[in-house]
């Protein structure tokens, strides 16, 4: 069975005990030498690398002498502050950690497969379901919070004597979101990796680059798309009007 070395090394290390609680729930992994699959491997490597960053960069911040990290911190700050603001309201600040921890989160996943012997975790569908899943819930949580009941009538339309049509539209409408964000960024990551692979086997040097900078790319725009929509869904969840 074919493993990254990072997941070889997770298998190595830890398979006896992710064995022993797969059983426990009542589950086996196809594999029992290698319960780890890649991409969670690579999740968990994102996870311990920007746990390591937060924590450099909390020990190095300075009021009189702010490095290079505290003004990139402080820019993705400042953008994320400017661009809620713009779309959730006065009251962003509350979701500004999630916000944030979700775009370093998906980026760093996009680009981890740019590093030879790593992989691009959102390129299987279950990471970008899993956020997507995370993201839903976060969202009608706070819409909740915002609103109280006044939330659940907001999906039983304008008029209550439409509302035994309009219930089952609203929820089919905000689970269907869940598999939007899914697939727009699986389907991205997933063909972009697709195309860099090709492209490299054929011609080891030289054109693969301009691909990879077009990994880049794409992994930036699926990042602001997705953190963009998440957005937008906690300005209608949290908006007043319901």
Same mark, same amino acid.
Request: glycine residues 6%; proline residues 5%; charged residues 10%.
């Given at each position: 069975m ?5 997941t070889?090394l @997770?298998?190595?290390? &830890?398979? +006896? #005990? ?6 426990? $729930? =009542?589950?086996h ?14 999740e968990?490597?994102?996870v311990v690398?920007l ?11 300075s ?6 990290l505290?003004?990139?911190i402080?820019s993705?700050?400042?953008m994320m502050d ?13 979701y500004?950690?999630?916000?944030i921890t979700l775009?370093?989160f998906?980026a760093?996943?996009?680009l981890?497969? @740019?590093?030879?012997? &790593?992989? +691009? #975790?959102?390129?299987?569908?279950v990471?970008? $379901? =899993?956020?997507?899943v995370v ?14 009941l006044?939330y659940?009538?907001h ?8 509302a035994?049509?309009m219930?089952?539209?609203e929820i089919?409408?905000?689970l ?10 699986y389907?991205?990551?997933f063909?972009g990796?697709?195309?860099?692979l ?8 030289g054109i693969p ?5 077009l ?7 699926q990042?602001?798309v ?15 009007e319901?």
């Amino acid at each position: 069975m074919h493993q990254l070395p990072f997941t070889a090394l @997770l298998n190595h290390l &830890f398979a +006896t #005990p992710v064995n022993a609680l797969l059983h426990a $729930l =009542g589950l086996h992994a196809a594999h029992a030498e290698a319960p780890i699959p890649d991409f969670l491997a690579m999740e968990i490597l994102v996870v311990v690398l920007l746990s390591v960053f937060f924590l450099v960069a909390r020990a190095s911040l300075s009021v009189e002498k702010p490095g290079t990290l505290q003004h990139f911190i402080e820019s993705v700050y400042g953008m994320m502050d400017a661009q809620s603001e713009e779309i959730i309201g006065h009251d962003n600040k509350r979701y500004l950690s999630y916000l944030i921890t979700l775009a370093l989160f998906i980026a760093s996943c996009n680009l981890l497969g @740019l590093i030879p012997f &790593f992989e +691009t #975790p959102t390129g299987s569908a279950v990471v970008p $379901l =899993g956020c997507a899943v995370v993201t839903w819930c976060f969202y009608q949580f706070h819409g909740l919070r915002a609103n109280g009941l006044g939330y659940i009538k907001h999906f039983m339309g304008p008029v209550w004597w439409l509302a035994w049509l309009m219930l089952p539209i609203e929820i089919a409408s905000h689970l269907a979101r869940m598999l939007s964000l899914t697939v727009r960024l699986y389907a991205n990551m997933f063909a972009g990796d697709m195309v860099t692979l090709v492209f490299f086997s054929l011609l080891p040097v030289g054109i693969p680059v301009i691909f990879m900078g077009l990994h880049v790319g794409v992994a930036l725009i699926q990042t602001f798309v997705f953190v963009l929509l998440t957005m937008v869904y906690l300005g209608e969840a949290t908006a007043h009007e319901h």
